[in-house]
């Protein structure tokens, strides 16, 4: 998300250790100084949080998670570098603890239920509060710092649509020690970044992610097929409606040959008989008339025509 100069992301660590961006959702501009968004969280996945200041000035970046403070980044002078990466809660100078994303236990426990009312409110969320400050001189940090109180069990009662929430990795340890700044702030109201973390068929769920196009198409033709199925539809339905009704094209017939069942012997009987009577009705014309007269071929009533010649 971009904001006043500032670009805000989060990226989750893939099976093959290379961290991508994750989408983001229903971004919307709050206000002049804040902004938010939905991204879809997966179990078990580390995540960092990154951002960057395309004006180059000093600020100090804090992170919240769930309500709890994680800690932060400060982008100074001179200028190394204007990103910065928060990924691990920092215990030691040179030993932190990785954020990921985690399951959340339910309960019917009624102590959750009366104890974490707040807490429950600030679940499901990342935030950066980014300021404008002065920072002091760097100095090595000595105290051992308590890892916050994450919230990994909530009652039923007050689940909220919420699936998940975020707990700490293993120890990491780092050969380069770590620094604390002290600062002193610029600015009264930081610009703030929120991100509203959800499993992603809650967020298709809530219609937070939209089917594609494509999707949309495929899922209408296949509800269309169940319902309407061609192989049930009457054959006779389309020449049976007035609306729509298909145009016939007429079709020139060629001439087939007449089949008889042979296996009626009325049938046959039948047959023999009109075939005696034409014979004799040719012989008696053929007495008759002069060698040069035409033969006249007679259609039966049965609709079967039969060659005297």
């Known amino acids: 998300m971009l904001l006043n100069g500032y670009n805000v992301w989060i990226t989750v660590d893939n099976e093959d250790m290379h961290p991508s961006p994750m989408p983001e959702y229903a971004a919307r501009v709050e206000n002049d ?14 995540f960092s949080i990154h951002w960057t200041d ?57 102590f959750y239920l009366d104890n974490t009312p707040t807490k429950v409110q600030s679940m499901g969320v990342i935030e950066v509060k980014i300021y404008r400050v002065i920072p002091g001189q760097p100095r090595q940090i000595t105290d051992a710092s308590s890892l916050p109180e994450m919230t990994s069990k909530i009652h039923e009662r007050s689940k909220k649509g919420l699936v998940h929430g975020v707990a700490f990795g293993g120890v990491r340890q780092s050969y380069v020690p770590s620094t604390s700044v002290d600062v002193q702030f610029l600015d009264q109201t930081p610009i703030v970044f929120t ?11 809530d219609g937070i992610i939209p089917e594609s196009s494509d999707a949309t198409a495929s899922s209408a033709s296949s509800s269309l097929s169940k319902s309407n199925p061609k192989s049930t539809a009457p054959k ?8 729509g009704k298909e145009k016939q ?15 009626d012997d009325e049938d046959i009987s ?17 007495s008759k008339s002069p060698p040069a007269k035409k033969v006249k071929r007679e259609a039966q009533s049965s609709g079967i025509v039969i060659d005297l010649t």
């Open 195 to 205: 991100f509203r973390y959800r499993p992603i068929d809650v967020l298709r769920a």
């Open 33 to 46: 100084r804040h902004t938010s968004c939905y991204i879809p969280s997966a179990e078990g996945k580390q």
């Open 249 to 263: 094209i007429p079709t020139k017939r060629k001439a087939s040959p007449v089949v008889i069942d042979l296996s």
């Open 236 to 243: 006779t339905s389309a020449s049976s409606s007035s609306k």
């Open 270 to 286: 039948s047959l023999e008989e009109r075939l005696r009577r034409a014979k004799a009705r040719k012989a008696a014309a053929l």
């Open 54 to 110: 395309t004006q180059r000035r000093q600020t100090a970046g804090y992170c919240y998670i769930d309500g709890s403070s994680v800690g932060g980044k400060v982008i100074r002078e001179p200028w190394n570098s204007n990103t910065v990466k928060h990924d691990a809660f920092q215990l030691t100078s040179t030993t932190s603890t990785p954020f990921r994303f985690s399951k959340l236990e339910l309960t019917d426990d009624d």
